[in-house]
């Protein structure tokens, strides 16, 4: 019920391309769904979030689309970018205010 | 931006030795903190939510006595490893609320810990 499941757990895309990555949960009480970026030996810094009253959301390269009958959500990149390599994680937040992470999703983007 | 520092960056010590890491909001107040434990390519185990001004609360199967957490003030949370054996080597990371409880999440940068 807690789990938030990621996938898949590494992805190479071209530089340029569409880097996508998706996540699904089953608890309905989680109201809150960030979106992580992890370099090695750093904390993760969060990129974007979304609400499950919003379909969609963008910011600038990067957009969560959110499926909520299906509770699945996921994240695109565009123009993928040698610099975007990194490991992704997805998140929910649940009532407690803890936050629950995907398993990550290591991303190469070669040149 | 909402900021969360996080000091030692690295310490390397001996088996038996207490250590502590410390994680600072830099530009806000919180008062609840979360302490994560990171294994080399895994995700982020959540070890306990530290309070201002009361005791932390801990995630099951975690050692309360092993992992002290103080959150003596609304910008300030430490945790000592006490007694520390190589099984804990780890990456260590706090994050803060910026907002309240369920605000986003701010992340420290990490302490990585190694135990010899």
């Known amino acids: 019920q807690q789990q938030v499941k990621q996938s898949p757990q590494s992805l190479i895309v071209q530089k340029g391309g569409i880097s996508i990555i998706n996540c699904a949960y089953e608890?309905?009480?989680?109201?809150?769904f960030p979106w992580y970026q992890q370099f090695p030996g750093k904390g993760p810094a969060l990129l974007i979030a979304?609400?499950?009253?919003?379909s969609e959301k963008k910011e600038g390269r990067f957009t969560i689309s959110f499926n909520k009958s299906a509770k699945q959500f996921s994240l695109h990149i565009m123009d993928s970018q040698p610099g975007d390599s990194a490991t992704y994680f997805c998140?929910?937040?649940?009532?407690?205010?803890?936050?629950?992470f995907g398993q990550g999703t290591e991303l190469s983007v070669k040149p | 931006g909402a900021v969360v520092s996080q000091h030692p960056s690295w310490v390397i010590c001996k088996s038996g030795t207490s250590v502590k890491i410390e994680c600072r909001s830099l530009?806000?107040?919180?008062?609840?903190m979360f302490w994560y434990r990171q294994f080399p390519k895994q995700s982020l185990m959540l070890m306990a939510t530290?309070?201002?001004?009361?005791?932390?609360?801990?995630e099951q199967g975690v050692e309360k006595d092993k992992f002290l957490i103080n959150h003596a003030s609304l910008t300030l949370s430490t945790l000592t490893v006490t007694s520390a054996h190589p099984e804990d080597s780890s990456f260590y990371i706090c994050?803060?609320?910026?907002?309240?409880?369920?605000?986003?999440?701010?992340f420290g940068d990490g302490t990585r810990l190694s135990i010899l």
């Open positions: 608890n309905t009480a989680f109201d809150y």
């Open positions: 530009d806000f107040q919180a008062t609840t």
């Open positions: 998140a929910a937040l649940n009532q407690g205010g803890k936050l629950i």
């Open positions: 994050s803060a609320p910026s907002g309240g409880a369920h605000q986003p999440q701010h």
């Open positions: 530290s309070n201002e001004g009361s005791k932390a609360t801990y």
């Open positions: 979304i609400r499950p009253d919003v």
